[in-house]
């Protein structure tokens, strides 16, 4: 936590917000002036104050594990990687699905989509999905174009098209909730403006910020506005592994069994309207999944 503290210079009183980290075997400090006197607004200023140091941790942690990752990438055969790109994919697919009620396994996800093995007693819709989001993915890992409106309405169309006709690739015109969530999307008549809202948002931000934080408010905005049917969280993933990949960053998976902590930061950034509760849960998550480049 950020604490303030009182500095007596010739009979001066100035305030000083300071908040110590450690990093490493180091214990890092910094300040902030505030004046000499302790601002209304203070509670801001330290919030603000300690988005800002986390952040330039977090991102040079990012950037870091971007370089050596890539520099990691060049050494690699091209078969191996190739391979690694399918295990990722295949693990990627498994959680997305499961996290919106898919009912194969990890093991089967692999089978069908590494071997071509259907299973068996087991929903053809969860079957028939998990082969369109494999498919869809490595052709957005291809897409030389950046993300637009009708791009994301074409992913959905690819990733329901043969299972759910009545909404793939349409904007709903109803309401929806959230099973499990006290967050309410917003209503019909608000979707279209919002996602036009989004895109230009996207446009106007996607050189200014970090490509992490890209991905993660990206991914926060648009299941925010939940504009489909079904599967907007998937869609949400898949733009958020767009960015990544189209910035050069390695992707990520958000595993199933981390769906808990996931779905609370979700929750918690949309019911207060702060999309920094979201990008903290995002950024340490990238992070932990990547350590072993920062060594």
Known sequence: MAAIRKKTVKGQTYYYLEHSYREGKKVQKKELYLGNKIPK????????????I????????????????SKEQRTIPKSVRE?????????????TQKIEGST???????????RGIT????????VKEAEAHRDLFYEILKEKK???LQMILDWHWKLFHQTKKDIAGKIRKYQVAIGGSKFMPPSP????????????????????LHPVELAAVTHLKFVTIHPFGDGNGRVSRLIMNFILNKKDYPMMDIPY??????????????MKKEDRIFLQWFAKRYIKEYKRYLK
């Open 104 to 114: 194969l396994t990890r093991r089967e996800t692999a089978d069908l989509l590494e």
């Open 119 to 126: 299973p068996t007693n087991k929903p053809l819709r969860d």
């Open 41 to 52: 607004n203070i509670e801001e200023i330290k919030t603000k104050f300690l988005d800002d």
């Open 189 to 208: 008549v608000e979707v279209f403006p919002m996602l036009t809202e989004f895109i230009e948002w996207y446009n106007k931000n996607k050189n200014k």
């Open 83 to 95: 391979k690694e790109l399918q295990t990722f994919v295949t693990r990627f697919t498994y959680d």
């Open 54 to 69: 986390y952040k330039e941790k977090w991102y040079s942690d990012a950037d870091k594990i971007k370089k050596n990752f």
């Open 146 to 148: 950046d993300l637009s």
């Open 257 to 270: 069994e981390g769906r808990n902590s996931y779905y609370n930061s979700l929750e918690r950034s949309q």
